[in-house]
C-alpha cells in the first residue's frame, strides 16, 4: 500500500500563506488522481482540491482563488499552496489517493 506523508503546517496569522507537501513512497502522483482534504475540530473530512492524471484541477468553492493545487512528477510530491489564509481554513490536511490516507498535517490560522 502507498504511504503518503505530509508536511509544511503550522501556525500563520490571517492573510498569510503556507505551502503544504505530500510525498509519495511510489512513483503515483503523475499517474492517479490525487487530492488534499481537510478535516476541522467537530466537523468532516472535505474535498479541498484535487487534480487529476491528465493535470486538471478541482476546487471547494471557499478555497478558489486562494490556493492552488500542483505536482512534481520527478520528485513523487503533490503541492497545495495557500494564499490570503482565513481562520476558518483552520484544520487538519490531508493527502489523499485513492483509499490511501496521508497523516495529517495541522494547519491553524490565528491572530
Known amino acids: 500500500q502507498v504511504q503518503l506523508v505530509e508536511s509544511g503546517g503550522g501556525l500563520v496569522q490571517p492573510g498569510g500563506s503556507l505551502r503544504l507537501s505530500c510525498v509519495a513512497s511510489?512513483?503515483?502522483?503523475?499517474?492517479?488522481?490525487m487530492g488534499w482534504y481537510r478535516q476541522a475540530p467537530g466537523g468532516q473530512r472535505e474535498l479541498v482540491a484535487e487534480i487529476s492524471r491528465t493535470g486538471n484541477t478541482n476546487y471547494a468553492d471557499s478555497v478558489k482563488g486562494r490556493f492552488t493545487i500542483s505536482r512534481d512528477n520527478a520528485k513523487n510530491t503533490l503541492y497545495l499552496q495557500m494564499n490570503s489564509l482565513k481562520p476558518a481554513d483552520t484544520a487538519v490536511y490531508y493527502c489523499?489517493?485513492?483509499?490511501?490516507w496521508g497523516q495529517g498535517t495541522q494547519v491553524t490560522v490565528s491572530s
Open positions: 489523499r489517493r485513492g483509499a490511501a
Open positions: 511510489e512513483m503515483i502522483v503523475g499517474i492517479w488522481t
